[in-house]
């Protein structure tokens, strides 16, 4: 059974930046990919991005370019997405989840990220 | 804008079987990607219900089945419970954009 436990909630300036973790276990962590998905209040889901800690190979939406960040600590099965220049649009649930042939099958309990002055 | 279309809402009684209908086109399931299904309670992460377009993971009920041909795709609930009650999304992945798409999501009622 694979497990993905986050971080706890955060309120941000905006312009500021937000680092979120995600711990895994169970599995096979460096071979996972996990991702990152977002739900901005009373909306829907959004893909952001993930990376495969194995090759430590990233990718994520256009939208998001040039102010997302994902790593991988493997020493701690630990995965974190960094997003900068925060928004008042930010503001969202962020979930990890791992992905499996395309699909996500574990995902974590999700993080409330705020952003407002 | 999201690439994948779904009602906005669909309801019906307890018992009563309903469908959540899912479009999408060439370039995700329509193509050569899988559709996929999610439940999500309220206050909650989402829960794959379906995958590769027909599957259940292990703990899903029958009541749950999906199913896919071209650009579209449903999933069906029969026996409609109360505990069904959530919102439903369908997920693919797109070529054309590089990217994991959701649907716009389905809120089922049960009347």
């Known amino acids: 059974q694979v497990h993905l436990v986050q971080s706890g909630a955060e309120v941000k300036k905006p312009g500021s930046s937000v680092k979120v973790s995600c711990k895994t276990s169970?599995?096979?962590?460096?071979?996972?990919?996990i991702t990152w998905v977002r739900q901005a209040p009373g909306q829907g889901l959004e893909w952001v991005g993930g990376?495969?800690?194995?090759?430590?190979?990233?990718n994520h939406a256009q939208k998001f370019q040039g102010r997302v960040t994902i790593l991988a600590d493997k020493t701690t099965s630990t995965v974190y997405m960094e997003l900068n220049s925060l928004t008042s649009e930010d503001t969202a649930v962020y979930y990890c989840?791992?992905?499996?042939?395309?699909?996500?099958?574990?995902w974590g309990q999700g993080t409330l990220v705020t952003v407002s002055s | 804008q999201s690439l994948l279309t779904q009602p906005p809402s669909v309801s019906g009684a307890p018992g009563q079987s309903i469908t959540i209908s899912c479009t999408g086109s060439?370039?995700?399931?329509?193509?050569?990607?899988?559709v996929h299904w999610y439940q999500q309670l309220p206050g909650t992460a989402p829960k794959l219900l379906i995958y590769a377009n027909h599957n259940r993971p292990s703990g899903v009920p029958d009541r749950f089945s999906g199913s896919q041909s071209g650009t579209s795709a449903s999933l069906a609930i029969t026996g409609l419970q109360a505990e069904d009650e959530a919102d439903y999304y369908c997920?693919?992945?797109?070529?054309?954009?590089?990217?994991?798409?959701f649907g716009t999501g389905t809120k089922v009622t049960v009347l």
């Open positions: 989840a791992r992905v499996q042939f395309g699909y996500f099958d574990y």
């Open positions: 990376i495969i800690p194995m090759f430590d190979s990233t």
């Open positions: 169970g599995g096979t962590f460096i071979s996972n990919t």
């Open positions: 997920q693919s992945y797109d070529s054309s954009l590089s990217l994991y798409v």
């Open positions: 060439s370039s995700n399931f329509g193509g050569d990607y899988d």
